[in-house]
């Protein structure tokens, strides 16, 4: 890991040249303000707020509105924050920050949610830099997780949760499909699991969570609608 400071004390286009690197990075802007761009998106950037970095993005910083501007850099190897391969359980912490993962960009302003609590962890992380590893490196360690966790429950289990659900929506889409235009059939949970290319207890689980019944259940239902349908019409 490495703790860089930036000072510009007379407005400059460029603050940060256009670069990329293998670790994640936090940019936190201390005083005055900047413009961060990372690959085809531009964040504003004013005092107290950051942004984390995936690892291997393109970007480079601007002046904001020709003020001035301090900001501090963390850069950390996603193998300092969580041993993955010793405890695969961990992955999903740290995969969306990866060069091979989905790329997730936090941008952390005033007004979002707890602000103070990410505002009070970042500044902490900083006030490290001076020290000499071996009277920090363990609370370094400790708040870099702290912070993480936080990230974890406030924005990313948020995203894991839509991509879950988009996954089950694409997964289920042909059963549903299948079970609206064959209704009146024999349908069995095998074929239907089958259908998906999942095992009958898998495709039950995914299904309830999806739909909140269970196939049986939700076929039922929609054998009893149809009906319904049919007698209102007749």
């Known amino acids: 890991y490495s703790f860089h400071t930036t ?6 286009e460029q603050l940060l040249y256009v670069h990329w690197h293998p670790e994640i990075e936090i940019i936190y802007v201390e005083s005055g303000a900047m413009e961060l761009h990372i690959e085809n998106n531009s964040y504003p950037l004013r005092q107290g707020e950051f942004v984390i970095i995936p690892a291997a993005r393109i970007h480079y910083g601007k002046s904001l509105g020709g003020s001035a501007c301090t900001f501090r850099a963390f850069l950390f190897s996603p193998n300092y924050l969580l041993d993955v391969q010793s405890f695969p359980y961990l992955k999903k912490y740290i995969s969306p920050f990866l060069s091979s993962g989905k790329g997730t960009i936090v ?26 590893p ?4 363990l609370k370094l360690h400790g708040v870099l997780l702290l912070l993480w966790q936080k990230l974890y429950n406030t924005f ?38 089958g259908f998906c290319n999942v ?3 898998h495709f039950c689980r995914s299904f309830k969570s999806y739909t909140g019944l269970s196939p049986i259940k939700y076929i039922n239902r929609y054998r009893i609608m149809q009906s319904c349908l049919l007698l209102k019409d007749s």
């Open 7 to 12: 000072v510009q004390s007379e407005a400059m």
């Open 134 to 137: 071996e009277s920090c490196e």
């Open 107 to 132: 941008h952390i302003r005033r007004g979002c949610e707890d602000y103070f609590g990410f505002e009070g962890l970042v500044t902490e992380l900083f006030s490290l830099e001076t020290l000499s």
């Open 199 to 201: 095992s009958r207890e």
């Open 156 to 193: 990313l289990i948020k995203e894991e949760e839509a991509y879950d659900k988009k996954a089950l929506k694409s997964q289920l889409s042909g059963a549903l499909d299948y079970i609206h235009s064959h209704y009146e059939e024999a349908l069995t949970l095998e074929f239907l699991a």
